[in-house]
């Protein structure tokens, strides 16, 4: 990295490493002006450009116009980069944006962060196909076996890949408790025990962090606080029909359990929830605009110190997919956007995420309605980071080779694929483990891989054995956002149950349904000659379990319900309550 000039500022004392870290931050902020110190607060999108390049320079990773214009004209130094490329050209995308950022004023660094990308889903807002990075389940699978030595081996391999390509912030873990089965959110979670999930955001935070958050540490941005997980018919509050978190069954302090255990692992940020709550003593206000949550309760008596990030978009409307969406700012969509940000401010937050628009801080400040101490006191934390993870010193750019000998190493992906077949849960054997080279009729099953381990043949009726890959069941929904979080109800329906139903009489069936959320399928779990449930995990993984292969520990994370009445009936913020399930929390047999 040569031949990349030094930063402006450099001679400052906030430019000598050998100083104490308050020292440098105190420097560096008397040094800011007001319209600096806004554009830290805010922490939005950015996309990669790694197939185009700039005119002029052959070879240089493209800067859009809209980066270069928040980094260099609104002094926004925090982004969310929400795609992928291969990783040679994402960490020479990286060092751009960070030479780019070095000839500002102050030449501030710029930390990247990013939602989970390690696994096999890929929803918008909430998380990454891994792509070139080791595949691991979901941390759902990771709950289903149960072992925080792995979680910990998991997030220090994250950890790995992510500083190789210039990630510093985690946008997760997500530590919400899977008590409502409709809810979208739950493979992002830890299940639906407390306990459990705090054990193992300990271990995920300082696999992350390490024992202090310094030079070689991710940071992590637990979240939702202070729990998300008792929404309202389980709607997410994405969107405004969800916006409602309700505790009918009186266990709001059972929510916090696991964010204490993650605070007391030393984790560098929190995000509040957009829940509103409703029939509490909380003000029924979205949670990032709400002062006895994260003021009262996050920073005074549960004693976190760390940077607190509001979801994404509490403040101005926006298009999605070219659909308009309200701010999430429920409970006061009454207010301006400054009165909204004049309200999260008071709340407690530090920062803004996904919003771009330092100039509403500014105003703020200028109109007199906030005072600058206020404002000094979120940059505080905010520098403190960046200075405490390196980035002002020798972690400011990476390398390129190593981000590609790194990210996706061989070892990484056999522990992740190890993992995978650990966290399967058999929860009928009948005929497992299989043995020679049945003749194979699949569905949702790669034929190639299939053919590895038996004859594949066209129709069920040639078959001895059937493998049949099958999603928890979801309601579409019109909108194009919305589409990707999958809600509403969990049951397999007419005329889809019916033709399974026509299957599994035909041949004996190995069912595998992936749990996104709890499926309800009493009928299929009668009629299958034995039925696996997988969090994210390969072809292989599966044909591994089912012919002995590879060893099946998983238990199940959440319970599954007998019918949608029973999960109607339920109360969203208890776990396993719903009547009679078919299977209970912890069910899983050990092939």
């Known amino acids: 990295m040569s031949t990349i000039p030094p930063p402006q500022g450099a001679g400052n004392p906030y430019r000598d490493p050998a100083r104490p870290v308050d020292e440098r931050v105190a420097d560096l902020l008397a ?25 002029g320079e052959p070879g240089a990773p493209l800067i859009s116009a809209d980066l270069a214009d928040m980094v260099q ?9 929400v795609d992928t490329a291969e990783p040679y050209e994402m960490a020479r995308w990286h060092n751009a944006v960070q030479e780019m950022a070095a000839g500002t004023r102050l030449g501030i660094p710029v930390t990247f962060s990013t939602d989970p990308r390690h696994s096999f889903s890929d929803t918008v807002g909430a998380s990454l196909h891994a792509g070139p990075f080791s595949a691991w389940p979901e941390a759902i699978g990771l709950a289903a076996i149960g072992d925080p030595e792995l979680v910990f081996e998991f997030a220090d391999i994250m950890r790995r890949e992510y500083l190789s390509v210039g990630f510093r912030v985690a946008l997760h873990p997500q530590i919400d408790l899977a008590t409502e089965p409709r809810w979208a959110r739950q493979s992002g979670t830890f299940g639906s025990d407390a306990k459990l999930t705090g054990e193992l955001v300990q271990a995920y935070v300082r696999g992350l962090q390490g024992e202090t958050l310094g030079a070689a540490s991710v940071s992590a941005m637990v979240k939702h606080f202070p729990g998300g997980g008792p929404q309202k018919d389980g709607e997410d509050p994405h969107f405004a029909h969800g916006k409602e ?18 605070i007391s692992a030393g984790c560098s940020q929190m995000m509040p929830y957009y829940g ?9 206000v979205g949670f990032g605009f709400n002062k006895g949550v994260v003021t009262g309760l996050l920073r005074e008596q549960l004693g976190f110190q760390g940077i607190v990030c509001t979801d994404w978009g509490l403040l101005n409307d926006a298009p999605i997919f070219g659909e308009m969406h309200p701010a999430r700012a429920w409970g006061v969509e009454h207010l301006s956007v400054s009165e909204r940000a004049a309200k999260a401010l008071d709340a407690g937050c530090d920062q803004f995420g996904g919003e771009e628009c330092p100039e509403v801080v500014v105003e703020l400040v200028r109109s007199g309605r906030v005072p600058e101490s206020r404002i000094d006191a979120s940059v505080r934390r905010l520098l403190r980071e960046k200075f405490v993870l390196g980035l002002f010193d020798e972690c400011r750019y990476v390398d390129p080779w190593e981000a590609a000998e790194t990210v996706g190493r061989a070892d990484f992906k056999a522990l992740g694929a190890a993992a995978q077949r650990r966290s399967l849960t058999v929860l009928t054997d009948g005929p497992l483990p299989l043995s020679g080279r049945p003749k194979l009729y699949v569905e949702n099953v790669d034929p190639a891989v299939a053919a590895r381990y038996g004859e594949v043949v066209d129709t069920p009726a040639e ?7 099958l999603r ?12 990707f979080f999958h809600s509403g109800t969990l049951a397999f329906e007419e005329p889809e149950l019916a033709r399974i139903l026509a299957l599994l009489a035909t041949v004996p069936v190995l069912v595998c349904v992936n749990l996104e959320r709890p499926a309800v399928l009493p009928e299929i779990a009668e009629c299958a000659a034995a039925l696996i449930a997988d969090y994210g995990a390969s072809d292989e993984a599966l044909l591994d379990v089912a012919f002995g292969r590879a060893k099946a520990e998983g238990r199940l994370p959440f319970e599954l319900p007998r019918s949608m009445a029973a999960v109607a009936a339920s109360r969203p913020d208890v776990p396993h309550d719903t009547a009679d399930p078919v299977f209970p929390y912890g069910a899983g047999i050990l092939l």
């Open 463 to 469: 078959a001895e054995f059937a493998v049949l890959r």
């Open 276 to 284: 509103q709550p409703i029939g509490t003593d909380w003000e029924e």
């Open 31 to 55: 040094r800011m002006t007001l319209e600096e110190k806004a554009g830290l607060m805010f922490h939005t999108i950015t996309a990669l450009e790694d197939e185009e390049y700039a005119p």
């Open 245 to 262: 978190q309700i505790y009918p069954g009186g266990m709001r302090e059972h929510h916090l359990e696991p964010f204490k255990a993650a």
């Open 472 to 483: 928890t069941p979801y309601e579409e929904r019109p909108n194009k956002f919305e589409s």
């Open 73 to 81: 004209r609104a002094s926004m130094s925090h982004f969310n980069v």
